[in-house]
């Protein structure tokens, strides 16, 4: 049962442009989500995180923004360089109830066109 | 952010052979921590939450006998995969909750260990 979902397995943007990349979820007990951003043959490399008190956190070029009424987050990356083709992850914590692990999505894979 | 470190990055054993890999915290102790599996193309499967000083957690399907996972320190977790099979090649990935303020249910990743198995 995916828990975290992400429906586009890929995305293809123009430098310069804005890369957006989506996530749904389906466990209300969420309240901790991350993006990371992962190279093949590497571990998952943190990228910002949000938690269900806020909707939008930024840092620098990417910005979280989380509607918990639609169970959905996204990631905005603005403006995409040609580093940031990679796979991107979302992945969400129940932190209440003390599991602590977290749930990935499937990826979406970001290929960001000079 | 904090540095988790993985050894060996990559390691080729017989079939019937067990395999330790090391996972460590370099730089902020990490009460828990936790192994992952990646296969080609899917998203990471967790296998294990690891808490120092007391048994792992497995999730189910994940045979505990053939994955040991020790947390022997604060710093350092370790999964010994045995009697390892062809089938059990894979992208072992781990990580540690890092339990700094203000992001203490953020996990950082070490850079993965590719086990092939002949």
């Known amino acids: 049962d995916q828990q975290v979902k992400q429906n586009s397995p890929s995305l293809s943007v123009q430098e310069g442009r804005i890369s957006i990349l989506n996530c749904d979820y389906t466990n209300s007990m969420f309240d901790y989500f991350l993006w990371y951003k992962k190279y093949p043959a590497e571990g998952p490399t943190f990228l910002i995180s949000i938690s269900s008190i806020k909707d939008k956190n930024e840092d620098g070029r990417f910005t979280v923004f989380l509607n918990k009424s639609a169970k959905h987050l996204s990631l905005h990356i603005v403006p995409s360089q040609p580093g940031d083709s990679a796979v991107y992850f979302c992945a969400a914590s129940a932190t209440k109830t003390g599991a602590n692990n977290l749930f990935f999505g499937t990826g979406t894979r970001l290929t960001v066109i000079p | 952010g904090a540095v988790v470190s993985q050894h060996p990055s990559w390691v080729i054993c017989k079939s019937g052979t067990s395999v330790k890999i090391e996972c460590r915290s370099l730089?902020?102790?990490?009460?828990?921590m936790f192994w992952y599996r990646q296969f080609p193309k899917q998203s990471l499967m967790l296998m294990a939450t690891?808490?120092?000083?007391?048994?792992?957690?497995?999730e189910q399907g994940v045979e505990k006998d053939k994955f040991l996972i020790n947390h022997a320190s604060l710093t350092l977790s370790t999964l010994t995969v045995t009697s390892a099979h062809p089938e059990d090649s894979s992208f072992y990935i781990c990580?540690?909750?890092?339990?700094?303020?203000?992001?203490?249910?953020?996990?950082?990743f070490g850079p993965g260990t590719r086990l092939t198995v002949l």
């Open positions: 730089d902020f102790q990490a009460t828990t």
């Open positions: 690891s808490n120092e000083g007391s048994k792992a957690t497995y």
């Open positions: 990580s540690a909750r890092s339990g700094l303020a203000g992001e203490g249910d953020t996990q950082y």
